[in-house]
């Protein structure tokens, strides 16, 4: 018989069981990082775990699991990491979820991408041409195209402005050309000899802040490399609408704008293709997603009427334009295609995002939510879909948060607050001494105080509530002390203030919001929801337990909550990949129903009711109500 | 009763017939420039007109008349309009065929045109579009296309690169907006308001030595202006041949002969502009003719293949780029559109000739012969039609001829010598003192010297046979003296010499050849030929009667020959008014046979016999032969 096996799930890896250890300590030995705050003593409950056979062979749940899970989920296999110890030798199956690997969020900065069928828009036919001769005097141009034909069974023309490759693409290796076909429709190359072992291409996902890049290399579908760098246009604004007020103001605005971001994919363009050591010239086609207004001022489109409304975007349709036309430094006669926009503020990256969740094909009742700064929401399932934008505010990217800064080192991400003694437990990007808080951190923040109660559902700190680290600030105003100035790297406490739990309201309120009233469109309620997928950077690293708790998500059992990571760029390159993708985002694009949420008549009201912690009615949240 | 009258066909002008006057001083009293080279002596032949009616009114026909026009022709009412004399008063209807016209090189200089429906490539649409509201809010591309499929009943599509003008054409009017359309499919350009009262067009004749532009008002199908500058590629090479090798030699070559093309074509167009005080941007498409390779050339398509076997070009099909893709000084998204190539050497300009010619619809066999460097020929019928192209050289633009130059100020253009005196009438361009001669002027003078005997059938110029003009030059050859240095500008005898009648030789043999193997490929003779289109400025200038006589012209009836002037820039402007007409230049292009002469069994035969002066088989020349 086989030796015993702890096996962990989905991650595949495997190990002896030992008798005694923890399940935390097995994970940790194979290298599975399991998230766990607040130092192995079974209360944060981060190190969540679904023991899914062999139960038999554990020690019965503890006293902190019941009392940190709750009885119901320890019943269904739910054991905190930390405390499950082994009791017994035999084969256990331990599955983590998503939102315990501590790993995931790296993973997920990619994006998730659904499988596509390898069909570039580009691709490359060989072709072996009769040559001319005194008996045989056709042009280049009939003679290749004839050849064409017979072998891709498919008339094709030749791209105005490619004719004059034809004669050393003909005569430069012996009559054997090779030729670049876009969509099987139109030669945008002729080059002599066999060149089919090249073929290229680049998505990129044009964020506000970021601007992300992959090399994927068509004939296998590899992503070959990735670069990002910080979107090129902040110096001309932070926010969407300051830039595009900058072009409002200054005659030559749109050009600048147009101009650093053609530069700036320029440079991802040549770092992707220096790292593999290929030509920019093989790089054939630049599939684009962004929201609209990047979108727009990168084609050189005129975005001033995005800002104001009725907000209609000047283009829907996808677009494919030649390199050269906006200046792209890759093959001259190549493409830059975009996926299509669906309204002012829901633009080609939610069509992205939604290619990426597939809930386009699900049967139940799903919702896609891209978290930023503008949070999209598309909500439906294979029958019918609706979609808004909110006004999120960059509250989660830390903006407008006294210590709030971007997810990076030194950023609290995670905050644990024990009930009983108020001690804060903390986990910062890279474990270095607090810096300032983070998203995610604010959301994990105000989640804890809200269950300690320290903080009341109108978003009030109770100053008594929260032992000596709930205090009055130096504004008059009350605050909760995250970390102590001796433990940081600023040197003085940092907390989080009234005023910054009543930003995070506003941002999480917008969102909800808008759930609400997609599901009013759909004539349903959130918890019936079967799928939420969480798109984006800050939807991945925040913790959805955390993000329910607030009111921030509908309140679903967290299983149904997915994460999707970068999904904008998981869909760039699905359509890169896949020209039937690109078809589907057209045809999603025009079937998406849009709502304008601020002509909705029981906005003012939603808005009001969301801005409670998690809101003012709890039937929307009964496991938050279950919880009191 | 109404006054008798003598009406002057087809130039539509009236006069009193007074009695005694001859018709060439009537006509010369209406302003009609009716050809006369021997002083009204009735020698020349050249002011033939044809009394259709009322000759009874007129004097009989003179010894003179009859002995010039011959017995036969004056039964058939022609005249020599310098000896009819009115006898009578009574209505008289006198037709002046087009080559006693001495007006009418000006009038072909622009080509005839043949009558198209007016339907241009590109044209505007006016359309009121529903403003965008909170209640209506789709994206300007979808709402605008979804009312011009309405109006325009067919789908179009925006394209790439004019999505940034949809906010502004839209709103900037009041949603009232005009949209350019390409050929019914492509919208190229979107205005606010009402632009349609501007459509023009620009259509070319790229000539190795001059480039012909002409304005159009494309709602009208009116040609608004016309301007000619010389090709100026001429530094970089005479003739086609030099040219391309400019291109082998010099790296840079293809570039910079490009572009001063396109740097030509831009003077051209802001001059056209200019005179007609419209914008450049107004100008929405070009339509480019030209031989095959000043047509690679333009659109930056390489044409050193065109110079070595076996000679097949690059491109056969028609084009349409972006303005802008070649940098011509137009509306940037507007197009430059050419006419398709048959051959290496046949290339969009005898396209043209053939649309203006009609040949291709012709029940009966007709040649259409355009004479340049290379002269094309298409040859046949609405059934079947086959083309060559013969090297005839630069002889007839004067150059390689002793006294050649081109046709300007000062040349001598038409000749006359008295069989009996051997004394000689010339005529000049501008009545100014002989300078030189021109092609069509040596063309004459050969003829004249052929039915005078002073030269014999081989070419050889007799010296006993012509007076005193008829010497030995100081080379030692044979030369034959048209003016006295006393009476030219140049104060040197003007002569014709054995060198240059041998190059005319050289020359019309090359044409002649083409001429018989065209005629032996359609398995008939030259005789049988229904109709000869005379294309180009040289086909215009030169004296049909002097050409047939020195045998570079199939040997028909005179009033067979039609001349049709530049004829490529009548192709390309019926092109630019007519879409049909670009379908038709395409499916032409497609059907007409071409055949390589060079690659003919019988060619240097041919061009043996063609060497005689008019041929050594004279049974191809029996006016010629019957005039011994």
């Not at 430069?172 to 099987?184: Q, Y």
């Not at 001309?236 to 030559?252: A, C, H, V, W």
């Not at 053609?262 to 997603?289: F, H, P, Q, W, Y």
């Not at 955390?546 to 921030?552: D, N, Q, Y």
């Amino acid at each position: 018989m086989a030796r015993p096996l702890v096996q962990f799930q989905p991650l595949g890896r495997k190990t002896e069981p030992r008798k005694g250890m923890t399940l935390l300590e097995m994970a940790g030995d194979l290298g599975i990082a399991i998230e766990s705050v607040c130092g192995s003593t079974g209360k944060c409950g981060k190190c969540k775990v679904f023991v899914r056979s062999g139960g038999d062979f554990m020690a019965p749940p503890t006293e902190s699991e019941l009392r940190t899970l709750g009885g119901q989920a320890v019943k269904t296999g739910a054991r905190l990491a930390c405390q499950a110890r082994i009791k017994t030798s035999g084969n256990i199956v331990v599955e983590v979820p998503q939102e315990s690997q501590r790993g995931h969020h790296r993973l997920l900065a990619t994006g998730i991408e659904r499988k596509v069928k390898l069909h570039p828009g580009v691709r490359k036919v060989l072709l072996k041409i009769p040559p001319a001769t005194m008996k045989d005097l056709r042009a280049d141009d009939d003679r290749l195209l004839e050849v064409l034909q017979k072998k891709a069974k498919k008339a094709a023309y030749l791209s105005p402005g490619t004719h004059g490759h034809l004669p050393d693409a003909l005569r430069g290796k012996n009559w054997v050309t090779t030729v670049t076909l876009f969509r099987d429709l139109e030669v945008i190359r002729a080059e002599p000899g066999d060149t089919t072992d090249s073929v290229h291409g680049v998505a990129v996902d044009i964020g506000t802040t970021k601007v992300v890049a992959y090399l994927l290399d068509l004939r296998s579908g590899e992503v070959l490399a990735t670069e990002s760098i910080p979107n090129p246009q902040i110096p001309f604004g932070e926010d969407l609408m300051s830039r595009i007020s900058y072009t409002k103001r200054n005659p030559d605005g749109m050009r600048k704008l147009q101009g650093v971001i053609v530069d700036g994919l320029n440079t991802l363009i040549s770092r992707l293709c220096e790292s593999k050591a290929i030509r920019t010239d093989e790089v054939l086609e630049v599939m684009i997603v962004g929201n609209t207004a990047m979108h727009h001022i990168f084609f050189g489109i005129p975005a001033y009427h995005l800002a104001a409304a009725p907000y209609a975007p000047a283009v829907r349709t996808s677009l494919s334009v030649s390199t050269s036309h906006l200046g792209i430094d890759a093959y001259p006669f190549g493409k830059v295609s975009s996926l299509p926009n669906i309204a002012g503020f829901v633009g080609a990256d939610a069509v992205s995002d939604l290619l990426a969740s597939g809930l386009y094909e699900d049967d139940k009742l799903g919702m896609m939510i891209d978290i930023g700064t503008n949070t999209e929401i598309i909500a439906g399932n294979r029958r019918r879909l609706v979609s808004c934008s909110c006004a999120s505010g960059p509250a989660f990217e830390g903006a407008h948060i006294g210590f709030g800064m971007r997810a990076a080192t030194g950023a609290i991400e995670r905050v644990w607050i024990d009930p009983s003694t108020h001690e804060v437990t903390l986990r910062t990007i890279d474990d270095a001494p607090p810096k300032g808080i983070c998203g995610s951190g604010i959301v994990d923040a105000i989640a804890e105080l809200l269950k300690t109660g320290v903080l009341d559902p109108s978003g009030r700190i109770r100053i008594g509530e929260g032992g000596k680290r709930a205090r009055k600030g130096k504004d008059g105003h009350a605050e909760f002390v995250l970390a102590w100035a001796r433990d940081t790297s600023v040197s003085q406490d940092i907390v989080v203030s009234q005023k910054d739990i009543q930003e995070i309201q506003l941002a999480k309120a917008a969102i909800f919001t808008g759930v609400s009233i997609m599901m009013k469109k759909l004539k349903t309620e959130p918890s019936t929801l079967n799928r939420v997928y969480a798109a984006g950077a800050f939807g991945t690293y925040v913790d959805a337990g955390a993000a329910i708790r607030i009111g921030m998500y509908p309140d679903v059992p967290q299983e149904r909550i997915k994460f999707i990571g970068n999904a904008a760029g998981s869909g760039a390159r699905m359509c890169l990949k896949s020209v039937e993708m690109r078809d589907l985002a057209e045809k999603l694009s025009r079937k998406v129903e849009y709502v304008e949420l601020a002509a909705e008549r029981d906005f003012q009201e939603e808005f009001a009711k969301a801005m409670f912690l998690p809101h003012r009615d709890l039937s929307r949240f009964p496991s938050a109500a279950s919880n009191r």
